[in-house]
């Protein structure tokens, strides 16, 4: 057994120490964020650090590392105000990674990681047209953190562009037959194995099974 | 295909639309939350929305919804500044399920639910004995949402406890071999295969796995 505390963290070589922390909470979600640029130029980057934040209304909020030279996305979601979310699949997971590549500004990601761009009416960012499950996301907040020089995002899910045979009669996606992907840690990809759906918890009765587990998952 | 619109998921039946939009995003880190009050009264939640915020200082943020009457995990970590975030393991999913169950003040949910405590030096927190990638957290920041009434908690991860067979040379939690679980939207549990572990991305030079990729993923 290891037991480490901060100041043991704190000295860790930096690359072992960014390793380590990006990996401890688990898998975690995996979706290409688009933008676009006022002039149309538009950006795409691998991103896992989406988490929900509320249903009603349908939030979701991210975190986007200090700004640099080349980081387009904070910029392009501040000044279009909308962004998108897309999810990764087993055939070009690899040039999905690939977008994490610093390409230099004006060569869009689209273009150097060969993706399909899709747009739908009334709505400027670029969706991936290579995913299953799509969203559009207009900006409702950001928060820059002064802790560490991040930004949090929060968007307002505003498009849901997806096929019909993966979404499940009470509403639920079906990552599984969409084959989305995940991440843990900096470059390890992974396709998820449903082990089991579970009734609602109540006090005193017994965790089990949803009575349709063995036919579908979700 | 399906397109819809914000006016559409906001006309949408109430659990329908809860369903639909905890899934969109895909995968989420899923971690047991344990907390105490200062009295010494456990508390343990199952938890989703746990995202990474930084490496250095190393930092985890996580939310959690708006407080009700037995809502005990955001007093204790507010009173007492320490919490932890421990993985879940295909053994006992169902039982760490079972701590989402409305339990009256006063049961904590490892005695409910079977869990066992783990305490180490100098931090109060309960760590869950049956996992095998435990964080022990000091709170930083307590950002109060007015869009939904949510709360996102900013921890500095300052323990953690670990088998050294799950940490990789270059640092990297082995989820894999830990057997860490995922989830997808409210209630379906999963287990993720790894697919490849890929090198650092560069410009001109195609995506491709690491040398040792067939030895050992991460």
């Known amino acids: 057994m290891i037991s480490l505390t901060g100041e043991q963290i704190a000295e860790m070589e930096k690359q072992y120490r960014i390793s380590l922390i990006n990996s401890l909470i688990g898998y975690r979600s995996l979706n290409l964020l688009g933008t676009t640029s006022n002039d149309g130029i538009t950006n795409l980057c691998l991103i896992s650090s989406t988490f929900h934040l509320g249903a009603n209304p349908p939030l979701v909020g991210l975190v986007i590392r200090p700004e640099r030279e080349h980081n387009d996305t904070l910029r392009n979601i501040k000044s279009t105000g909308q962004y998108t979310l897309n999810n990764v699949l087993p055939e070009w997971y690899m040039q999905a990674h690939q977008t994490s590549a610093s390409y230099p500004s004006g060569l869009s990601e689209f ?58 009669e009470d509403g639920t996606v079906d990552h599984s037959k969409a084959e989305t992907m995940t991440a843990a840690g900096l470059d390890t990809y992974f396709l998820p194995q449903p082990v089991g759906r579970l009734a609602y918890a109540k006090p005193g009765i017994e965790p089990h099974l949803l009575k349709d587990n063995t036919r579908s998952l979700i």
């Open 111 to 168: 273009d150097a990681c060969g993706f399909k761009k899709q747009y739908v009416k009334d709505f400027k960012a670029p969706f991936v047209g290579n995913s299953n499950v799509r969203i559009g996301l207009e900006l409702r907040e950001v928060i820059d953190m002064e802790i560490n020089g991040t930004t949090i995002v929060i968007g307002e899910i505003v498009r849901i562009l997806t096929d019909d045979s993966l979404i499940a």
